[in-house]
C-alpha cells in the first residue's frame, strides 16, 4: 500500500489543479483517474467562460432562485481573472479572451427578463449593460436583423478546453503529483489520517481524501456514507468547420438553449445545454433532433451560420446540481474529506475551485469566503 499525504479522485480540471497547487506547495499527491486524464466533462465542454446568471435557468426558476445563487457570481468572476494568468502560469496559450457575452432578445418580454437579471447581477457587483437595437447592432453586426436589443457582460469569453487541460496536467506532474490513469476508485474507507483508497491496480493510504469526481462524485461519496444531490448530465456540443473572424463575443438566446462562440482556428462552438443520448450500454450518441434545434437556433441568431458546415458534434457527461449551488468544501462529520465540485459552469469555475479546496487542505485562509455560495458553507 502506498502512502501520501492526499489522494485526489478524478483528473478533470478541478482534480488536476488541486493536484498541482497541493504538490507545488508540498504535500505528496497522488491523483487517480478513471479513464484518461481530461477526456470526460473538462476536455469536452464548450470553453465558454460564463459570468452572468444563465437565461433559461433565470426564465425557469425566477428571481428569487436567482438571488440565492447570485454569490456565486463572485465565484466566478474570481475564477476567470485566474483563468486570464494561467497561460503565463503554465507557460502555454490557453487561448483565454473576454471578449464579453451577449444574451439576445428578440421581444419586449426577454427584454425585460434581461433587465430583471440584470439588476440581479448589479446587486452582486456584477455589471451588464442593457444595449437597445442600435447599441447592439453597434457592436455585434453579425446578429440577426430580429434581434431587439440584449444584454452585454463584459467579463465572459472563452478558453480552449483541449489545451487547458493537458497543460495543467503536465505542470501537476512537474510540481510533483504522481497522475495515475486507467485507475478507477472502487472503494474509500477509513477516516482522516488513514482513508484507504482501492483501485483494481492498487491501494492508497491518505491523511487526506478529495473528490473531484465530477458527474460521479455520489458514487465516490457514497462509499463514505454521504449523499450528495449531484448528478451526471448528457449534454451534446457542435463545430464548424473555420470561418472568417466574425464573433468575437459569447452569445445567448433568450429565445432558447443556445451559447456560441468562435473559436481562435475559425471554428464556431455551438452548444448551450442540449441533451445527448444515452446508448444502452451507457455511452453517449449525438441525438439528431436537438442537433437540428441547436444549429436552427444559432442560425437565427447568427444568419451567416447557416452557411457554415458542421463538422463535429460530441458529447460528455456534465455534473449538475437542481439549484445551480456548487458542493465545496470539507465534509460535514468526516474530517480529511473534501469535496471539490461545481456544477454546470465546472469549467469556468475550475481554477477557484482548485484553489479554495488547495488552501482549505493545507490550512490555509481560503481565497474566496463560501459563504452563500457552497452548500457546505450555509
Ligand atoms: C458538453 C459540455 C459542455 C460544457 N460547456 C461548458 C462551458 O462552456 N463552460 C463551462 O464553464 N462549463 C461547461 N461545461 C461544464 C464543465 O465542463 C464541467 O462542469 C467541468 O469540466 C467539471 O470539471 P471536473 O474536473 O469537476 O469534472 P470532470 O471533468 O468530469 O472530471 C471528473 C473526472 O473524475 C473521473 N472519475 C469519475 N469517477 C471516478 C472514479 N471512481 N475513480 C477515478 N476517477 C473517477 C472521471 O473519469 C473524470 O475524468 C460543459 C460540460 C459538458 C459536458
Redesign the pocket.
Known sequence: MTRVDVVV???????LMTAWHLAREGARVVL????D??????????????LQIQYPEFAKYGEDWARAYAPTLRFLEASIAMWQGLGAEVGEDLDVRLGGGIVVARDPDQMRLIEAKARIEASVGIETQILDRDALRAIAPYLSDKAIGGGFCAGEGKAN?LRATPAIARAAEAAGATLHAD????GLEGRAGAFVVTTPNGSFQADTVVN?????AA??AAMLGMQIDLGGFP???TVTEPIAPLIPHLVYSAAGKL?LKQAANGGCII?GGWSADVRSHGGLATNPVNFSGNMAMAAGVVPRLAQARTIRS??????GTPDWRPIIGQAPGIPGFYL???????????PM?ARVIADQVLGHAPAIDLGGISVLAD
Not at 32 to 35: C, R
Not at 183 to 186: E, L
Open positions: 479522485i478524478g483528473g478533470g480540471i478541478v482534480g487517480l483517474e478513471a479513464g486524464l481530461g477526456a470526460q466533462a473538462s476536455g469536452a465542454n464548450a470553453g465558454s467562460l460564463h478546453p485507475a478507477p476508485v472502487m473531484a469526481a465530477g458527474a460521479k458514487k465516490i449534454l451534446q456540443v451559447s452548444g460530441w458529447t460528455a457527461w456534465v455534473n471539490a465540485l461545481f456544477p454546470w459552469v465546472g469549467f469556468t469555475a475550475g475551485t
